[in-house]
């Protein structure tokens, strides 16, 4: 048994922006139940705390002039022991972790997450009153990322293991902000924290923790390559003897429709038959033309480059000549925004956007489509399309990162020998997801094919039985790589 300390900005149900949140809100569990000792830290923002409950005080300290308090409770539905970090004037705002209620970055990012990670370290190492410390603190993206370098400084510290949640977020500031955070003056070195005369908290993780891990086999491999690096490909290939990765898992706890709270009648393999229930809301819910032999279309995710709008908006004029259905759930850029509801104005009948964020319509979402919609440019995991496979909504994918590892394409010959799972098609040119788009439509029509490939995407399984062992198996590792372990 081993003592992790599982640091992150997100966590869901607590708080939740993405993908991270799903994960640190349910790896955690997992781990308990391969009896680790787990404590789950994040800032306690407001909804954080509210939806905790019942909470209690375990310690107040001073740090860098501020007053902490490390506020203790459970994960809602687990037995996960939380600790939420409270500095109020870093973390009791409104909006989310990251913007502020108009959207744009909070200012004091670097120091509000500064913070966190030097109250994180600190309470790993036993020196915040409290008495518990972690034989390894679990890293994840920039916003703690300096937990490593930080531990890093000391002659005796726990494990580190830095999870990449995606790359293209690294916490880069100028180098007036790191003299301001105060952290040690030899870290400013291009061996350390210094990226191009930027302070990088990204690095914090990729050069000092003693593993890295991102979350997908794929995606672990792209990284390694300047096109999906942003400038950090080098240090990768430097430290690629303790990079791997990790497929995501889900918590089918959440996502199961044969369990889902969230729809009135549950469904499975036996019973996919009922998924026209939802199709219909779905099409009622949009305003769409309710036509049950449609092909209809679902997106669930950030508005940003990533998710492939480019692609989306260059090749759906020409789908929808034909009888298709789409609908979209998203907030992001505002052009994305605006582009989307410009087509279902376009296409009344066909096109249908909510612009904004809901866990409920979510899961109705995947209840109710016929196809999923991912064509990410890059994905290191992806967890859309794990729910739509096990919602039997057939994920239409780029093979790319962990969309590559987890989607099996419909060829002649994975539809002969029953692996085929979705669509996925390659390259970057607008016309190879409109072809893959047409794909879609054509094994559409084949009914018996398209519930054959439903039901095999019905069966995969991704829960996070596999994963959190390999997680498992990976903080054993990272505990024999560090060079300097604590006394036991
Ligand atoms: P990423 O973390 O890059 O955004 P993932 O596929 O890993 O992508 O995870 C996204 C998570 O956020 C999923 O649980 C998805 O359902 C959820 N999500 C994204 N946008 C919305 C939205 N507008 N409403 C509800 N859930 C959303
Ligand atoms: C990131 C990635 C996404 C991944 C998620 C959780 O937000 O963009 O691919 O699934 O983190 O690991």
């Known amino acids: 048994m081993s003592r992790i300390l599982f640091a992150t900005s997100e966590a869901y149900p607590l708080i939740k922006t993405g993908g991270l949140a799903d994960v640190a809100g349910s790896l955690p569990r997992a781990l308990l139940g391969l009896k680790q000792e787990v404590r789950l830290i994040l800032p306690a923002y407001p909804e954080a705390r509210a939806r905790m409950g019942k909470a209690r005080t375990i310690a107040s300290f001073e740090l860098d002039s501020h007053q902490l308090n490390l506020l203790q409770g459970r994960l809602p539905g687990a037995r996960v022991t939380t600790w939420l970090l409270d500095c109020p004037v870093f973390f009791d705002r409104p909006g989310n972790p990251y913007l502020n209620e108009q959207g744009q970055v909070w200012p004091d990012n670097a120091e509000r997450f500064a913070l966190f990670s030097k109250a994180v370290s600190l309470i790993a190492q036993g020196k915040a009153g409290i008495d518990w410390r972690a034989d390894l603190v679990h890293c994840n993206d920039w916003q703690t990322a300096l937990v490593p370098a930080l531990l890093d400084q000391e002659s005796r510290r726990p494990a580190t293991l830095f999870t990449i949640h995606n790359l293209a977020y690294q916490g880069l500031f100028d180098q007036a902000t790191f003299t301001k955070l105060g952290l040690p003056a030899h870290l400013w070195h291009h061996e350390a924290l210094e990226f191009h005369h930027q302070l990088s908290f990204i690095k914090g993780g990729l050069v000092f923790a003693d593993s890295i891990s991102t979350v997908s086999p794929s995606y672990a491999k792209e990284i390694l390559r300047p096109e999906f690096a942003y400038g950090l490909d080098g240090l990768l290939r430097h430290r690629r003897q303790v990079l791997s990765g990790i497929i995501n898992g889900i918590d089918t706890n959440e996502w199961n429709p044969g369990t889902d709270p969230r729809l009135q009648q ?35 995710g950030r508005l940003v480059e990533q998710k492939g709008l480019n692609d989306i908006l260059a090749s759906l004029p020409a789908i929808l000549k034909t009888p298709v259905q789409f609908v979209f759930l998203g907030s992001g850029q505002q052009e994305y925004e605006q582009a989307l509801r410009e087509l279902a104005a376009q296409y009344p009948d066909k096109v249908a956007v909510q612009i904004g964020y809901s866990e409920d319509l979510s899961h109705r979402i995947e209840a109710g489509a016929d196809a999923f919609l991912m064509p990410s440019t890059f994905e290191p995991c992806g967890l859309n399309q794990l729910y739509s496979l096990r919602y039997g909504a057939l994920p239409v994918v780029r093979k790319v990162g962990g969309l590559n590892d987890t989607v099996i ?27 893959a788009l047409q794909r879609t439509q054509k094994l559409y029509t084949n009914k018996a094919q398209w519930k054959q490939v439903q039901l095999a995407a019905m069966r995969q399984d991704f829960s996070w039985r596999r994963s959190a062992q390999a997680y498992l198996d990976l903080y054993q590792t990272s505990l024999k790589r560090n060079p300097k372990p604590l006394l036991t």
């Open 266 to 300: 549950n469904y499975n393999r036996r019973t996919l038959a009922k998924k026209i229930i939802y199709k219909t809301a779905l099409q009622q819910h949009f305003k769409l033309a309710e036509a049950p032999d449609t092909l209809l279309f679902g997106f669930i």
């Open 409 to 435: 394409d419909s060829t002649r010959e994975n539809l002969e020998n029953d692996s085929a799972t979705g669509i996925v098609f390659t390259g970057t040119a607008g016309d190879d997801l409109l072809d």
